[in-house]
C-alpha cells in the first residue's frame, strides 16, 4: 500500500501540483470573494490534469502488474487525491488567517471563517464520492466523473453561498458564535471521511470488475 | 513441478470468448503461445494474471490457486505486456526506484549485473530505449525480483534479427538451470522453431493444440496431389489449397489414408497457423 503511494506521489502526480496550493491559496487574499472558487480549483485544474496523466502514462496497467490487490491500486488514487485536497485546505488556512489579520471587513458573500472549511469539506466529500465510483467504471475515461463531480460542488458550494446571502438562518449558523462554526467544521469532517469510505467500497467493487 | 497450469479459462466478450483454455507448462522449459492476431493471446495472458474477469476456469501457478494468492504468487512472476509502454517520459532510474519497493526478493546485485550485461543507461528515458533494450529492461526487472515464471506478450515483435536471436539465446540461458520457465506469445513461428520446447496453438479463443514441440508437428502432415485424388480423400483435412497443378492440404496423421497419387510431408509451425486459419475463413 505505501509503495502504491510512494508511486502515485513520485511518478503519477505532477510535482507542479505540490506547489499549485501554495498559489491558488493566495487568491484568499482578495478581499470580498467567492473563497470557494479558491479550493474549487484543486477540481478545475488538479484533478483533471492528474487523470489525464494517469491515462496518458498507461498508470492503471502498470499498477496491476505489481504484487498488489486492485483494491489496493483504488485505495492509493483516493488517499493521493485526498492528501492533495488537505494540503489546499491547509494553505487556504493559512492565507485565511492572514485574510483576516488585514482585512476587517465582512464579506459580502461566506467569510473565510472556521464553518466556510467545514463546508469545503463537504464540497470535497460530494466531489469524492461522485467523482471516484464514476470513473473506476471502466478506470479510463475521466472527463464524465471530473465534470459531474466538479459540477456538483460548484453547485453545492453556489447554493451555500446563495443562502448566505438570502436566508438570515443560514447565515447565523454560519457566520454566527465560534461554537456553531465548529459544529459545521465537525460535521464537514465527518462527512468527509464518511464519503471518502463510501466511495472507496464503491469504486473498489466497480474496479474488481474492470478488464484492463 | 507445474510452473503454470491453466484449466478451461472461459472469457465472453461480445464479438469474441476463449473456450476451455486448457494448457500446463513444467519448470525449466519453455513454452511458446502461438496464434495468429486476434486469436486470444493477450486476452488469455491477461486472463492468467487476472487483469480481466474471467467467467470461468482456474489457473494455478507453483501449484498454487492464483487467485487466492494473487500478491504472493506475482513476487515470483516477471511479466511483459505489449512492451513497456507505462511512464514512458519517466527515466529508468526513476522506474526502477518505484517497482524494486514493491518485491521483497529485490536483490540490488542482480540488478547492476543484468544492467551492465545488457548496457542499460539509468539515466535514459523509457521512450529513448529500442523495442529491443524495453524487453532487455523489462526482463531485467523480473530477474531482479528472482522471478520464476516469465509471462512475456510477443517480446520479439518488432525487434530486428539479431536482437531477437540475441533474445531467444537469452530464452535459453534462463531456463538452463531448470528453476525458471517462460511462457512467451508470439505470432513469428520461427522463433519458437529456435528456442522453445513447448507449443500452445490457440485459433480463435480455442485451444488447438497443447505439446511438446516435436509432438505438434508429427501430429500434422501436409498432403499434395492431383485434384483428382483430392476428390477421393479431401474429408478429412483441415483445410486444403487448389491450384491449375493440383492441391496441398493439412491434415491429421491420425487420419492419413494412403494414396498412389499423393506426397506427404512434414508441415512446419507456420503451415500449421495458415492452414487452421483458412479453415476459420472458411467456417466464416
Redesign the interface.
Known amino acids: 500500500m505505501t509503495?502504491l503511494l510512494?508511486?502515485e506521489f513520485?511518478?503519477t502526480i505532477n510535482p507542479f501540483f505540490y506547489i499549485l496550493p501554495f498559489l491558488t491559496g493566495a487568491l484568499m487574499l482578495i478581499p470580498t470573494w467567492l473563497y470557494f472558487f479558491v479550493l474549487l480549483y484543486f477540481c478545475f485544474i488538479t484533478v483533471p490534469n492528474f487523470f489525464a496523466n494517469s491515462k496518458a502514462?498507461?498508470?492503471v496497467?502498470?499498477s496491476?502488474?505489481?504484487?498488489?490487490?486492485k483494491s489496493d491500486i483504488v485505495k492509493a488514487r483516493i488517499l493521493s487525491v485526498i492528501s492533495l485536497e488537505l494540503l489546499h485546505m491547509v494553505t487556504a488556512v493559512i492565507y485565511a488567517v492572514i485574510h483576516n489579520k488585514i482585512y476587517k471587513m465582512e464579506n459580502f458573500f461566506l467569510n473565510p471563517n472556521i464553518a466556510f472549511f467545514g463546508i469545503s469539506f463537504m464540497m470535497f466529500a460530494l466531489f469524492n464520492v461522485i467523482l471516484f465510483p464514476m470513473f473506476y467504471k471502466n478506470a479510463y475515461q475521466y472527463g464524465a466523473a471530473v465534470g459531474v463531480s466538479t459540477g456538483a460542488a460548484f453547485v453545492f458550494t453556489s447554493c451555500v453561498e446563495l443562502l448566505v446571502v438570502f436566508s438570515p438562518g443560514v447565515q447565523s449558523v454560519l457566520e454566527g458564535n465560534t461554537v456553531s462554526q465548529l459544529l459545521v467544521l465537525a460535521a464537514g469532517i465527518v462527512s468527509f471521511i464518511l464519503t471518502a469510505y463510501i466511495a472507496y467500497r464503491l469504486s473498489s467493487q466497480r474496479f474488481?470488475?474492470?478488464?484492463? | 513441478m507445474s510452473a503454470l497450469t491453466v484449466k478451461g479459462l472461459n472469457k465472453k466478450y461480445e464479438k469474441f470468448e476463449l473456450k476451455d483454455v486448457t494448457f500446463h507448462l513444467d519448470e525449466g522449459y519453455i513454452m511458446g503461445f502461438i496464434g495468429s492476431n486476434g486469436a486470444g493471446k493477450t486476452t488469455t495472458l491477461k486472463a492468467i494474471l487476472n487483469m480481466i474477469q474471467i467467467n470461468g476456469g482456474e489457473v494455478h501457478v507453483f501449484g498454487q490457486d492464483f487467485s487466492q494468492n494473487e500478491m504472493i504468487l506475482k513476487q515470483d512472476i516477471g511479466y511483459m505486456l505489449g512492451g513497456v509502454d507505462f511512464y514512458i517520459k519517466k527515466k529508468i532510474k526513476t522506474i526502477t526506484d518505484v517497482v524494486k519497493r514493491f518485491y521483497t526478493n529485490w536483490d540490488d546485485d542482480v540488478y547492476n549485473s543484468y544492467k551492465e550485461r545488457f548496457n542499460l543507461d539509468e539515466d535514459k528515458k523509457i521512450s529513448e530505449l529500442s523495442d529491443g533494450m524495453k524487453v532487455k529492461y523489462s526482463l531485467t526487472l523480473a530477474l531482479s525480483h528472482n522471478a520464476k515464471l516469465f509471462i512475456l506478450d510477443e517480446p520479439t515483435s518488432g525487434l530486428d534479427p539479431v536482437a531477437r536471436d540475441n533474445l531467444l539465446e537469452l530464452f535459453q540461458e534462463l531456463v538452463e538451470d531448470g528453476k525458471r520457465s517462460i511462457l512467451f506469445s508470439t505470432h513469428i513461428t520461427s522463433d519458437l522453431e529456435k528456442c522453445a520446447d513447448y507449443i500452445t496453438y490457440i485459433n480463435n479463443g480455442e485451444i488447438i493444440e497443447s505439446s511438446t514441440k516435436e509432438d505438434l508437428i508429427n501430429s500434422y502432415r501436409i498432403v499434395k496431389g492431383s485434384l483428382k485424388s483430392l476428390q477421393e480423400i479431401k474429408e478429412p483435412f483441415i483445410s486444403y489449397k487448389t491450384n491449375a497443378f493440383g492441391f496441398s492440404g493439412l491434415i491429421r496423421t491420425d487420419d492419413l489414408k494412403t494414396h498412389e497419387d499423393i506426397s506427404v510431408e512434414a508441415p512446419n509451425l507456420e503451415d500449421i497457423m495458415i492452414y487452421y486459419a483458412k479453415r476459420e475463413n472458411k467456417d466464416d
Open positions: 509503495n510512494y508511486k513520485k511518478l502514462q498507461n498508470d496497467s502498470f496491476v502488474l505489481m504484487p498488489v490487490r474488481e470488475k474492470v478488464d484492463i
